[in-house]
């Protein structure tokens, strides 16, 4: 795998709808911006051997560093994967969709659900958004949210932007009823 950088993006809000939010609600994304394994090989049929090397180093890398970011405990998260123009939706998709990467924040944030996912192929400094999902029920609505990222340089033509979102709190203010208040 080779990193180019790695960017990490907090947010917090303090006020929402003119009331204040208490403790603020916090958001953190870090992304890798790495090399496309498959970048210049033409239509690679088996992606697997670039998946083996370099999805679980991605994932034992972002993980902590978006925990530590987040600085609290994790109750939602998401991930996405952005390529260059130079490669294929999957390239990104066979990297975040595998367990070999996903377990790695599902340990780190002692979660249980499948991760929300963004992929799609873009030029550098495409905004993208993360969805993000509470860890243990995706079924509750105030953690349905999403963090909103762009980084000005990546994803270059043979690039690929693999980020972590975390969330310690569901939406600022939430107020939706629960789902079974709809079943």
Known sequence: MKLRKTVTLV????????ETVSPAARTAVVAAVIDNPWAGQG???DLSAGIDETAPRLGALLAPLVV???????????????V??????EHGSGLIHTLKFGDHFREAASATTLLPALEKVAPAGTVFDIPLKHITDATVRSHHQSVEVRIPDAPRAGEIVIALAAAGQ??????????ATEQ
């Open 43 to 45: 239509f690679v049929r």
């Open 11 to 18: 947010d917090e809000i303090h006020t929402e709808g003119g």
């Open 68 to 82: 530590k970011a987040l600085g609290r405990p994790v109750e939602a998260y998401g991930k996405a994967a952005v």
């Open 170 to 179: 569901g939406r600022p203010q939430a107020r939706l009823a629960p789902l």
């Open 84 to 89: 260059g123009l130079d490669g294929e939706v």
